[in-house]
């Protein structure tokens, strides 16, 4: 198959590059804070590792989101990577950011809410807001950490879906 004709992102439909940026798999998370206002949550798959030593990770919430204020003052906030059975709970987390009425909600020693039941979850403190053009990034050192086996949720081309190993 012959490679596409490369188009400038600048020039173009905006949903070129998106179409293209989809073809890269992420994880699904949702990141918790405490906000002025209480609690506030949101998903996301813009999260990476970034350092192990010291331990570092970040992510990267869009500037036009009703609670990036929220987020880019916390000084402390939790990342859940959600399993593959977690959909309905990212979903929540995209239409209703402040509410956690859920079963097992609880808050941490920095009173940052903490999701039960996913795969991972890094509690951290802020360490560096910076600026990434329609989104911040955001780095935070990794206080604690906890995870579990399972498959994780999946975001590729606008779909959700699990993850399946290759054969080795």
Do not use: K
């Amino acid at each position: 198959m012959a490679d596409p004709e490369p188009f400038n992102p600048a020039e173009s439909d905006p949903r070129r590059l998106r179409d293209a940026l989809g073809a890269f798999a992420t994880g699904v998370c949702v990141v918790t804070a405490r906000g002025a206002a209480g609690p506030v949550g949101i998903t996301a798959n813009s999260f990476a590792s970034l350092s192990l030593d010291p331990p570092l990770v970040l992510w990267s919430p869009a500037r036009a989101s009703r609670r990036f204020t929220a987020f880019a003052a916390a000084d402390h906030y939790a990342v859940h990577v959600l399993a593959a059975e977690q959909f309905a709970l990212g979903r929540h987390f995209a239409l209703h950011g402040q509410d956690f009425a859920l079963p097992g909600v609880s808050d941490n020693a920095e009173g940052v809410p903490l999701l039960p039941g996913c795969l991972a979850r890094f509690e951290c403190r802020r360490e560096a807001v910076h600026d990434g053009g329609d989104h911040a990034l955001i780095v935070g050192l990794v206080l604690r950490a906890t995870s579990r086996p399972g498959a994780p949720l999946v975001f590729s081309a606008g779909r959700y879906g699990g993850f399946l190993a290759a054969q080795s």
